[in-house]
């Protein structure tokens, strides 16, 4: 690139003191709205043929931007680009190099719209994509997690709730929940879209164009549903990037939550499985330490994503229609929890493909804290056609005698638990066995093995 003989810019003539420098290094967005180039020459491409077409600029000038940008495009590509850090941000930064390869003519390409709506087109055509690549990403990390699931369809442990062991179930059906979330996040991206297909093109500043354009045809040619209703929403709209901050958001809650159970189960204390060297590190000082420092990074960097969620709520409260400088930070902060999500997700699949069940705690955890009792209260409602308060009633009280005598409940003898209701039989002893609990569970979403082979061909049907 020649060196720029220009770099005022372009309100030189009305605001001719040279503005503070300390506010042009903050103010510039420059090096963060670069990687929109792509999105900004196309959405400039197809404006400066809409324009042709409406008669507002010649058939020569149209060729000559869609040239020039042409050209700008392949220097960004082979870097041959230098970005003039000059330009406030990457629109003038293409603009000011469109001057020095056509000239005067460049300038015609700002006719009929603003900064304002050609940062949302922008915005928006990226964040179409990048929905598209979490959406992989996500996929690709179902893939993973339906893999583990199929090979532990008959691995039992107990559920837990408020951390408390709860009822026996198939270690696959607890991965496979996550699934179901994964899925929801995949929803929730989908959903996004309906706003995102908008095109704001063509709104100009604030009020509209007084030009005749046609934003019918901006919004085929950008693949967009429909223009926008109001040119006041739509440069004052940041909804879309809300929703994209809240979607990552949940996804990277769900991360976390994954990545807190695993902490917790590769303790010393749990000890239900066990992460292999790729996914740990060591201390500095203990030698024998393997932490779980890549499901620490995962939970931590979910308090990054909600505050750039946070931040831009807060962005947005109280703001008056309808552009503001402060919305500048909008896209800092979706390229933040963009980046951050894929990655996150990308080491999710690391620590799922580098970790070992520890199959014989699980079964001894499962078989600690009177985890069938419902078994038993179910089957009395079942044999005695006793209502089920009453069921409960009497399987506390085996809880309890089983508990006093130190016993687990496949510990206790007939006449123990004859002594608890005379009516019971050496039927009940087999309640209690685990993987008959896991199997009984046959009731739609529940941890059945059948169930599970059931959803796990369910879910690949899907993927
Ligand atoms: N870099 C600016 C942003 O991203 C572009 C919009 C500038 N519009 C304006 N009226 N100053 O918000």
Redesign the pocket.
Known sequence: MSKNKNNKPVWSTRIQKKSSNLFAKVGS?LNI?KRLYKQDIKASTVHVEMLFKKKIISLQIKNKIVWGLKKIFNEINKKKFIFNNQA??I?MCIEKRLFELIGEDAGFIHTAR???DQ?LVDFKLWMIEASEDIIKEIDSTLNVIIKIAEKNIFTVMPSFTHLKNAQPISFAHYILAYVEMFNRDKKRFLNNRECLLENPLGVA?VAGTSFDIDRQYTTKRLKFKNPTGNSIDTVSDRDFVLDFLYSISVCTNHISRFAEEFILWNSDAFDLIKLKDKVVTGSSIMPQKKNPDTLEYLRGKTGNIYGNLFSMLTILKGLPLS?F?D??DD?ELAFKSFDQVKISLQIMREVLNNFTINKKKMIQLAETGYTTATDLADYIVRQYKYPFRKAYLITSKIVNLAEKKGKTLNQLTVNEIKDVDKKLNEDVLKLFNIENSVKSKKSYGGTSFENIKKMIKKYKKHA
């Open positions: 967005s709205d406030e941000d629109h603003s900064r304002n940062v500043a552009y400088k919305l500048q896209k």
